[in-house]
C-alpha cells in the first residue's frame, strides 16, 4: 500500500520569509509522481508543484522549490520570500500505477505580516 | 490550465432529499474523480471513473451513486440526504492525449449542508 505522511499539521512562517514544509512517502513502485497541492481558504484546491520519481533533478516553479531524496523517501516543499496570499493548507500527494491520488493529512500553513 | 467546474457551490438542504451533484470538465479527460474533503480537511477518494460507463468505489464508503455517461460529465447523486452527508465535495479529472496526463485537477468544491 501507498502512504503519505506529513508531519507538521500547522506552520507559520513571517513574510518575506523561507519555509519548509515536510513529506514522507511510501511506495514500493519504481515509476511514479509526487505533487504539493494548494488549498486557500474557502478557495480551490491548484498544483503548485510536481515531480517524476525517475528525475533526479528538483523541480521549482517560481517561489516553489522541492528537496527529492528518492532513497529516503523524502519529498519538502520549500517556499521562498513568503507571501500572504501563499497561507492555504498544503497537501503532499502521491501517484503511483493505481490510478489514484494519495494524500498526506495536510499541513496549515500561516504567512503572517 | 485546466477547467473543471462544480454545481452547485453551496447546498442547504433538508433530511431525506434527493440531490445531484453536477461535475463537468472541457480537456476531454478520462479519468475523473469525486473526493470527499471533512471538516479537519482530509481528502478521501469516494468514487472514481476510467471513462464512459466505468464507476468504481473509491477508498472511503459512501451512500452516494454516480455515472458516467459522456466523457466531460460525472455527477454524483445521494438519493436519500442525511445530516452525515454533511461535507465539502471535490471533483477532479485528469488524462488527455497532451500534457501532464498524471495530473489531477480539481474542481471548486461543492459545501453541502443537510439539515
Known amino acids: 500500500a501507498q502512504t503519505v505522511t506529513q508531519s507538521q499539521p500547522e506552520m507559520s512562517v513571517q513574510e518575506a520569509e523561507t519555509v519548509t514544509l515536510s513529506c514522507t512517502y511510501d511506495?514500493?513502485?519504481?515509476?511514479?509522481?509526487l505533487f504539493w497541492y494548494k488549498q486557500p481558504p474557502s478557495r480551490q484546491m491548484i498544483l503548485v508543484i510536481r515531480?517524476?520519481?525517475?528525475?533526479?533533478q528538483n523541480a521549482t516553479e517560481n517561489r516553489f522549490s522541492v528537496n527529492f531524496q528518492k532513497a529516503a523517501k523524502s519529498f519538502s516543499l520549500k517556499i521562498s520570500d513568503s507571501q500572504l496570499g501563499d497561507t492555504a493548507m498544503y497537501f503532499c500527494?502521491?501517484?503511483?500505477?493505481?490510478?489514484?491520488?494519495?494524500f498526506g493529512k495536510g499541513t496549515k500553513l500561516t504567512v503572517n505580516p | 490550465e485546466a477547467d473543471i467546474y462544480q454545481t452547485p457551490r453551496y447546498l442547504v438542504i433538508g433530511t431525506g432529499k434527493k440531490i445531484t451533484l453536477e461535475c463537468s470538465q472541457t480537456?476531454?479527460?478520462?479519468?475523473m474523480y469525486w473526493y470527499q474533503q471533512d471538516p479537519g480537511m482530509e481528502l478521501h477518494l469516494i468514487h472514481y471513473?476510467?471513462?464512459?460507463?466505468?464507476?468504481e468505489k473509491g477508498d472511503l464508503s459512501s451512500e452516494s451513486t454516480v455515472s458516467r455517461i459522456r466523457t466531460e460529465h460525472f455527477p454524483l447523486t445521494l438519493e436519500s440526504a442525511r445530516p452525515s452527508h454533511t461535507s465539502q465535495y471535490l471533483c477532479?479529472?485528469?488524462?488527455?492525449?497532451?500534457?501532464?496526463?498524471?495530473?489531477?485537477?480539481f474542481g471548486p468544491g461543492t459545501r453541502l449542508l443537510v439539515l
Open positions: 477532479a479529472s485528469r488524462g488527455g492525449v497532451t500534457g501532464r496526463q498524471e495530473t489531477q485537477y
Open positions: 511506495t514500493s513502485e519504481s515509476n511514479y509522481y
Open positions: 515531480q517524476e520519481a525517475y528525475k533526479q
Open positions: 500527494a502521491l501517484q503511483g500505477g493505481s490510478e489514484k491520488l494519495v
Open positions: 480537456m476531454g479527460h478520462d479519468k
Open positions: 471513473s476510467y471513462g464512459v460507463n466505468s464507476t
